[in-house]
């Protein structure tokens, strides 16, 4: 009996192992560990205006970037308490996958394959946009259908080497790809004359465009040849830490569909609305579910504002980028930005 019992528990012991050890090895913890260490490591771009930059004191500014501060506002009410990790597209999975960070929030495609093949999971679209060509407009070029000939700066391990090669070859254009290992090196690739079209989401063409010496000197295709959700993610295997991230975002698209403001949400604490009332904390207990506190929404909404005021501070209509909402309106506007209600 007594042998029994022992074996019964190292049998349990040895399980307790396999589970933390495996828990371990897929980044289960991410929360408690944010946590002790009392910040949000952030995996972000080397610097793309609107989504992730850094200014000339190195504070990071931009969409992406935001959605890093409304994850610290959540767990930390600070949303300061971020540090960001500046990341080429062939460094990104890899850091975040190693536990270097521990989001990555950089203009990253959501994929079957990256959703399925690198032990990540995405959480999100903060950004629905689509891969774009920009030209010369000395060189008399109106469509991707007349690029045949043309070299074309392209950056590695993007989706945007095969949605190119795609297209390319779909419509029997002959092109010469030029790669180049980061953005900057293809913006200057391009700049310097070594190509003829820099090709890359549309969204970044907008923003690296204001970055040449005569931005009025270069023109953006109309042609959109792809689709490109582009939201953060995390490891695969640490649903607390998933959930958080996710409900985080969609935190952001519910307050604007509640018309819950940065500048209204105090007054919003005395709504009438159930449903203000559950985003912003003062009914129900939805923090806990998410492992932080039942004011997580109001602590998010009070430091950022929604997904629209984020939109229009960084990308919007009236910044220097001027991005229209479009496909990323809400649903309610005739866009396809939904979220889940909370409750």
Same mark, same amino acid.
């Given at each position: 009996?007594?042998?029994?019992?022992?074996?019964?528990?190292?049998?349990?012991?040895?399980?307790?192992?396999?589970?933390?050890?495996?828990?371990?090895?897929?980044?289960?913890?991410?929360?408690?560990?944010?946590?002790?260490?009392?910040?949000?490591?952030?995996?972000?771009?080397?610097?793309?205006?609107?989504?992730?930059?850094?200014?000339?004191?190195?504070?990071?500014?931009?969409?992406?970037?935001?959605?890093?501060?409304?994850?610290?506002?959540?767990?930390?009410?600070?949303?300061?308490?971020?540090?960001?990790?500046?990341?080429?597209?062939t460094e990104r999975f890899a850091a975040l996958s190693s536990g270097e960070i521990d989001v990555?929030?950089?203009?990253?495609?959501?994929?079957?394959?990256?959703?399925?093949?690198?032990?990540?999971?995405?959480?999100?679209?903060?950004?629905?946009?689509?891969?774009?060509?920009?030209?010369?407009?000395?060189?008399?070029?109106?469509?991707?259908?007349?690029?045949?000939?043309?070299?074309?700066?392209?950056?590695?391990?993007?989706?945007?080497?095969?949605?190119?090669?795609?297209?390319?070859?779909?419509?029997?254009?002959?092109?010469?790809?030029?790669?180049?290992?980061?953005?900057?090196?293809?913006?200057?690739?391009?700049?310097?004359?070594?190509?003829?079209?820099?090709?890359?989401?549309?969204?970044?063409?907008?923003?690296?465009?204001?970055?040449?010496?005569?931005? /009025?000197?270069? +023109?953006?295709?109309?042609?959109?040849?792809? %689709?490109?959700? !582009? =939201?953060?993610?995390?490891?695969? #295997? $640490?649903?607390?830490?998933?959930?958080?991230?996710?409900?985080?975002?969609?935190?952001?698209?519910?307050?604007?569909?509640?018309?819950?403001?940065?500048?209204?949400? /105090?007054?919003? +604490?005395?709504?009438?609305?159930?449903?203000? %009332?559950?985003? !912003? =904390?003062?009914?129900?207990?939805? #923090? $806990?579910?998410?492992?932080?506190?039942?004011?997580?929404?109001?602590?998010?909404?009070?430091?950022?504002?929604?997904?629209?005021?984020?939109?229009?501070?960084?990308?919007?209509?009236?910044?220097?980028?001027?991005?229209?909402?479009?496909?990323?309106? !809400?649903?309610?506007?005739?866009?396809?930005?939904?979220?889940?209600?909370?409750?």
């Open positions: 009996m007594q042998k029994k019992l022992l074996l019964a528990a190292l049998a349990a012991t040895f399980g307790m192992s396999a589970t933390a050890s495996y828990a371990a090895s897929h980044g289960a913890g991410t929360l408690q560990a944010v946590m002790d260490k009392g910040f949000v490591q952030c995996g972000v771009t080397g610097g793309v205006r609107g989504f992730s930059a850094p200014d000339e004191n190195n504070n990071w500014t931009g969409l992406e970037v935001d959605f890093c501060r409304a994850l610290a506002s959540a767990i930390f009410d600070d949303a300061d308490a971020v540090r960001y990790t500046p990341l080429t597209s990555l929030s950089r203009t990253t495609t959501w994929t079957m394959t990256r959703d399925t093949s690198l032990g990540i999971n995405f959480v999100g679209v903060m950004f629905y946009d689509g891969q774009g060509f920009m030209v010369r407009k000395s060189d008399g070029i109106t469509s991707a259908l007349e690029l045949g000939g043309a070299s074309v700066c392209i950056e590695a391990g993007t989706t945007t080497e095969l949605n190119a090669a795609d297209y390319f070859s779909s419509n029997n254009i002959d092109v010469n790809t030029v790669v180049f290992e980061e953005q900057d090196e293809v913006l200057k690739a391009y700049e310097d004359g070594r190509c003829d079209v820099y090709t890359t989401d549309s969204s970044a063409l907008a923003a690296e465009r204001l970055n040449l010496e005569d931005p /009025d000197a270069h +023109l953006i295709l109309s042609q959109i040849i792809s %689709k490109e959700p !582009l =939201g953060p993610s995390v490891r695969q #295997g $640490d649903d607390a830490w998933f959930n958080l991230n996710r409900w985080v975002y969609f935190l952001l698209l519910n307050a604007e569909e509640l018309g819950v403001t940065q500048a209204n949400v /105090d007054d919003m +604490l005395a709504s009438d609305n159930p449903a203000i %009332k559950r985003l !912003l =904390g003062v009914e129900g207990t939805y #923090g $806990d579910l998410i492992g932080v506190s039942n004011d997580w929404g109001y602590r998010i909404i009070k430091a950022l504002g929604n997904y629209g005021e984020m939109y229009e501070r960084h990308v919007g209509p009236n910044t220097e980028i001027g991005i229209a909402r479009g496909v990323n309106a !809400l649903w309610t506007d005739g866009g396809i930005q939904y979220a889940p209600p909370i409750r």
